[in-house]
């Protein structure tokens, strides 16, 4: 089983930015493959707002193109996302997703993290 951690979530005005962390683990040998961070505002869907592939490639949702990046550290197993320029319809519950194999299983599974929330507020 893998475990994702997201941290970085707060409280932050309009115009502001912060950085996502989110933190992969096992207990057994695993292999992460795409990642991505997906958001959950009241009321609405939750939507992808940005995924990065095993060799780097990136996708955004149109919503956040030039303000967020997605990026990774594969030796560290951690997904970031560095969001700019933030809007109040940015508030949400920003979570974590990898696709990986982990041991004793050989077939990828969807991990998800917990969640962590961004309010953007004045």
């Known amino acids: 089983q893998v475990q994702l951690v997201e941290s970085g979530g707060g409280l932050v005005q309009p115009g502001g930015s912060l950085r996502l962390s989110c933190a992969a683990s096992g207990r057994t040998f695993f292999s992460l493959n795409d990642m991505g961070w997906y958001r959950q505002a009241p009321g609405k869907e939750r939507e992808l707002v940005a995924a990065i592939t095993g060799d780097g490639s990136t996708k955004?949702?149109?919503?956040?193109?030039?303000?967020?990046?997605?990026?990774?550290?594969?030796?560290?197993?951690?997904?970031?996302?560095?969001?700019?320029?933030?809007?109040?319809?940015?508030?949400?519950?920003?979570?974590?997703?990898?696709?990986?194999?982990?041991?004793?299983?050989?077939?990828?599974?969807?991990?998800?993290?917990?969640?962590?929330?961004?309010?953007?507020?004045s």
């Open 60 to 121: 955004y949702a149109d919503s956040v193109k030039g303000r967020f990046t997605i990026s990774r550290d594969n030796a560290k197993k951690t997904a970031y996302l560095q969001m700019n320029s933030l809007k109040p319809e940015d508030t949400a519950v920003y979570y974590c997703s990898a696709q990986a194999v982990a041991a004793p299983l050989y077939y990828t599974m969807d991990y998800w993290g917990k969640g962590t929330l961004v309010t953007v507020s």
